[in-house]
């Protein structure tokens, strides 16, 4: 059974750097094919795609968020991490990790619950 489950800091001061770590059991982050996406969702807005790291580590990014955004992984512990730096409140959204079918996409094959993110002083 694959799972997915996002954790970090539920709340940011602005421009500080925002870091969510995804921990995925069932499956191997680098089995061939399998892509590791981060999706998010502002409050009244629609499923945004951010990045994408794939399964041989190469990593795939929203051109409108490239320049903050960073993904890695940690094979050893099986997870992905998300840095945002230089947020905003407009940043403020639930945050998903998901594993999608390719980058550039919201779609799924599964998804973690999603954690709230709050960029606040």
């Known amino acids: 059974q694959v799972q997915l489950q996002e954790s970090g800091p539920g709340l940011v001061k602005p421009s500080q750097t925002l870091s969510l770590t995804c921990t995925v059991s069932g499956v191997s982050i680098t089995t061939l094919s399998y892509y590791w996406t981060w999706i998010r969702q502002p409050p009244g807005k629609g499923l945004e795609w951010m990045g994408t790291?794939?399964?041989?580590?190469?990593?795939y990014y929203s051109p409108s968020l490239k320049s903050r955004t960073s993904i890695s992984r940690d094979t050893s512990k099986n997870q992905f991490t998300l840095q945002l730096s230089s947020v905003t409140p407009e940043d403020t959204a639930v945050y998903y990790c998901?594993?999608?079918?390719?980058?550039?996409?919201?779609?799924?094959?599964?998804r973690g619950q999603g954690t709230q993110v709050t960029v606040s002083s």
């Open positions: 998901a594993r999608s079918p390719r980058p550039g996409t919201t779609d799924f094959h599964y």
């Open positions: 790291i794939a399964y041989i580590g190469s990593t």
